[in-house]
């Protein structure tokens, strides 16, 4: 019946396209990952997991004159995740926005959305995910003279009450979100500011909520071959359990282009940590990505995101890349990672260990066969230490790797131009 529904809606817009523009388009994505040591190191006793999921999108966009609209709808799904024959809804909505302009410098963009800036880290659509992330939200957007402001406003509720504003069903979810995004380019210079504040209901409450801070800036610096980029964050208040933060973050790129086909990167990461041999500190240190992406750093095969992925103690990650351009249509790129504990973490035995974790290589494969259809394909390996076994678990000795191949289709179904 919600089938029905949806394309009946697609229908009617359709009609009403006489003065306006209008497209309909998708995705298809399955992914086949081969997983034996993903995430955490295994051991003797570990079987390999191989998988398919799918991604599978449509999206419907509107534009008429000072008004742009998306609908967006997706499925999700692990193949054989469902008996045959047996109805299962699994439609959900990704999407639902309307941008109104209000003037030539300024719009309101409100509704569900998928939100970016700089480089994801902080904010990100999480692209690799096959369901990706979306907030409800209240954005304001100026735009002039080379300046760009976004002012975005959030305040979520589990239900429809009459009394009180309680959100403990959904505890885990901020309750309120506001953030700020300011950026502005001099020539081959460009600056920008990002900052949030988010807001969690203290668990065992109704109505008290614990606010936190990270603010922060973007410098970047970019001509014909090289390009650099230094970023600085920090975080402040309480996080969800209550508990003081003062955590920071640094980040430095650059890149340089030898020709048209080959281009190499070098960076480091920083992500503060808890110290595990200070006592008497009663704040937290581990700085929180908040919203951003996870597979996009610190290494393909998944083992830091998060602070508990070191177990509160920060990370360190110098690393390098490099990129051939092999053609048009076919792109390889290599890279190495290094990873260290930010702080010092303790064993069981409450001794200090080294903060050496370990190596990681990756390599992936992008071809693109044409404007709709591309595949990418990667294999990643973990050379951990006796530090990542402490942190992690498993063994060291064995091989830990993990490699994935992935088909992207997007193909437009309708579009009617401007008329």
């Known amino acids: 019946m919600k089938i029905k529904i949806t394309f009946f809606f697609m229908l009617l817009i359709t ?53 742009k609209t998306g609908i967006s709808f997706y499925d999700f799904r692990i193949w054989g995740d469902q008996k045959l024959k047996k109805d299962i809804p699994s ?3 990704l999407e639902a926005w309307a941008d109104l302009y209000l003037s ?21 659509a999480v692209n690799w995910n096959q369901i990706g992330a979306a907030h409800d939200v209240l954005l304001f957007k100026f735009r002039k003279s080379g300046w760009i402001m976004d002012i975005g406003m959030a305040y979520n509720q589990a239900n429809l009450s009459n009394f009180g504003m309680d959100y403990s069903d959904l505890i885990d979810n901020y309750k309120s979100l506001n953030f700020l995004w300011l950026k502005k380019k001099f020539g081959k210079l460009t600056i920008s500011t990002l900052n949030i504040l988010d807001g969690y209901q203290k668990e065992g409450t109704t109505n008290t909520v ?53 281009k190499l990167y070098a960076g480091f990461e920083l992500i503060s940590g808890n110290n595990a041999t200070d006592n008497q500190n009663t704040t937290d240190n581990a700085f929180d990505i908040l919203y951003g992406a996870r597979h996009k750093f610190n290494g393909r095969i998944d083992y ?53 974790l370990g190596h990681e290589i990756d390599l992936t494969l992008d071809i693109k066969f044409s404007k709709e259809v591309s595949l990418q394909s990667g294999y990643s390996v973990m050379f951990g230490t006796n530090s990542m076994e402490v942190i992690k678990g498993g063994d060291k000795d064995l091989m830990n790797n993990w ?17």
């Open 304 to 356: 830091f995101s998060v602070p508990s992925t070191t177990k509160g103690a920060g990370l360190i990650n110098p690393y390098m890349k490099v990129t051939f351009k092999l053609n048009n249509k076919l792109t390889l790129n290599t890279y190495y990672h290094y990873f260290m504990l930010h702080n010092d973490y303790l064993d069981v035995n409450s001794e200090k260990i080294d903060k050496f």
């Open 104 to 124: 030539k410098t300024i719009s309101l963009k409100i509704g569900r959305q998928q939100i970016s800036y700089d480089n994801s880290r902080l904010m990100s």
């Open 91 to 93: 439609i959900g909505l």
């Open 210 to 262: 614990y606010f936190r801070i990270t603010y922060g800036g973007i410098i970047d610096y970019k001509n014909t071959d090289i390009q650099f980029t230094a970023r600085g964050f920090g975080q402040r208040g309480k996080i969800k359990t209550g508990v003081d933060v003062n955590a920071y973050y640094l980040n430095s790129d650059i890149s340089y282009s030898l020709n048209n086909k080959i």
């Open 403 to 419: 490699f994935f191949i992935m088909l992207t289709i997007k193909p437009t179904f309708f579009s009617d131009k401007l008329r």
């Open 15 to 67: 009609s009403l396209t006489s003065y306006s523009q209008f497209k309909i388009s998708g995705q298809i994505r399955p992914r086949m990952e081969y997983r034996n040591g993903y995430k955490t190191l295994r051991n003797a006793d570990s079987e390999m997991a191989a998988s398919i999921s799918q991604r599978t999108r449509i999206s419907m966009n509107y534009e008429k004159e000072k008004l």
